[in-house]
């Protein structure tokens, strides 16, 4: 089974919609493994976010990121990283497709609610990066 890793983002948070997405997720038949609450600062944001680097919208971003907590999380299933991509939508809430997350929530590029793994390099390198071995939980 795939393994894909997906963040909650601050203004999830901070609107009462985690568990709206987390459920999402699980009605599309994917299982959580791994789960933590956590604030990220500037060292996890610029490891994370390094390809955002030398943007215009960094600081804008990591600003944002620090607003609240977050919630890191880690799913299972068939397909995982493709599945979730599918269910949350397009980066941008006005490109998503109706019935995804950011298109019913999303405001606008940066406060699209949550992040997900682009592909399944991504999805193993940034569970390694908030998750150890024995936090994954395989049931």
Do not use: C
Request: charged fraction near 30%.
């Amino acid at each position: 089974m795939e393994k894909t890793f997906v963040m909650i983002k601050p203004d999830a948070m901070q609107k009462s919609l985690a568990f709206e997405v987390f459920s999402r997720l699980e009605k599309a038949g994917l299982k959580p493994v791994a789960m933590k609450m956590l604030k990220l600062d500037d060292v996890n944001l610029d490891v994370h976010y390094a390809h955002h680097a030398d943007k215009s919208f960094f600081n804008d971003l990591k600003t944002f990121m620090k607003e609240s907590p977050v919630i890191a999380s880690v799913w299972e299933g068939e397909n995982a990283v493709t599945k979730v991509r599918e269910l949350i939508g397009a980066t941008n809430p006005e490109q998503a497709s109706a019935g995804t997350v950011r298109h019913d929530y999303g405001e606008n590029i940066q406060r699209n609610l949550v992040h997900a793994s682009d592909g399944p390099d991504t999805a193993k390198e940034e569970i390694g990066r908030f998750f150890n071995e024995n936090e994954v939980i395989n049931w």
